[in-house]
């Protein structure tokens, strides 16, 4: 008897053990599950305005880039739930075009700069960042990244602290936009970085040439030229996709048009 009993308490265990084990498998399974769906519905989708001015949407939520140009520059597109404003200049930020297209629900994320030239209503709908400062917003991780000229100062056309370029996280995905810069350490030193809209225009920003070797240095995984007319007409995007195809072939560059009226 004594035998019979132990022999059935030790299949009830094994039994007991096969359930735990198939439990642990399928709540693994249930894990994966849920990674790759985050995955797949974090999706990406963005409509270039002009120049520093765009349209994208992020996991379902509409974000504004820089909005300038009146509320006619965005006929036919969604209302932003997010806006960033990079820099005080007039091709970056305009306060009309700004009361033209926000709603009441609309959060506005800009530089201390950019809030100490607004006024009225939208006002109340600011978030502040500053350089290398992280904030949550609806759920997106925002980072501020350090936008400028290296050099002198008190020359430049864009100091340091000033603007931001902006880091935008949701799901596993970053994105960066970086507003009017040279490719600084700040710049050099993102990680992980699965878009970047990257800035090249003589005399303001960089170089094509600095622009790629700054690209290169933080290896995004798609770069997109972006703001890339100067004083001498449209920068050669053709030639940054060249020379990051040489540097490293890994680094997918997507050529968008920003300026659909120059053709």
């Known amino acids: 008897m004594k035998t019979s009993l132990l ?131 609806d759920g997106f991780k925002i980072e501020g990244v350090a936008m400028y000229n290296q050099g002198d100062q008190d020359e430049v056309r864009h100091v340091k602290g000033r603007g931001n370029g902006y880091v935008i996280e949701k799901g596993g995905m970053r994105i960066y936009f970086s507003g009017d810069t040279e490719a600084v350490p700040e710049m050099r030193a993102l990680k992980n970085i699965d878009k970047a809209f990257v800035c090249m225009n003589l005399p303001y920003t960089m170089s094509v040439d600095a622009a790629a070797e700054g ?23 053709e030639k940054f996709k060249n020379l990051v195809d040489e540097g490293k072939k890994d680094i997918q560059v997507e050529l968008l048009n920003w300026y659909p009226t120059a053709e």
């Open 7 to 137: 022999y059935l308490s030790l299949i009830t265990l094994a039994l007991l053990g096969c359930k735990e084990a198939k439990t642990n498998q399928d709540d693994s399974k249930t894990e994966d599950i849920a990674q790759t769906s985050e995955e797949v519905t974090t999706e990406f989708e963005i409509t270039p305005i002009s120049h520093a001015t765009s349209m994208f949407k992020l996991d379902s939520k509409v974000f504004y880039t820089d909005p300038v140009g009146g509320a006619e520059a965005f006929d036919g597109q969604p209302s932003p739930d997010l806006i960033l404003v990079t820099d005080i200049h007039g091709d970056h930020f305009n306060l009309e075009t700004l009361e033209a297209v926000s709603t009441s629900e609309t959060k506005i994320i800009v530089p201390q700069a950019v809030a100490d030239q607004m006024e009225g209503e939208l006002t109340s709908q600011l978030v502040i960042l500053k350089n290398e400062e992280s904030k949550t917003i």
């Open 215 to 237: 690209v290169l240095a933080f290896q995004p995984k798609e770069v997109y030229p972006y703001h890339y007319r100067g004083q001498g007409g449209l920068a050669d995007v």
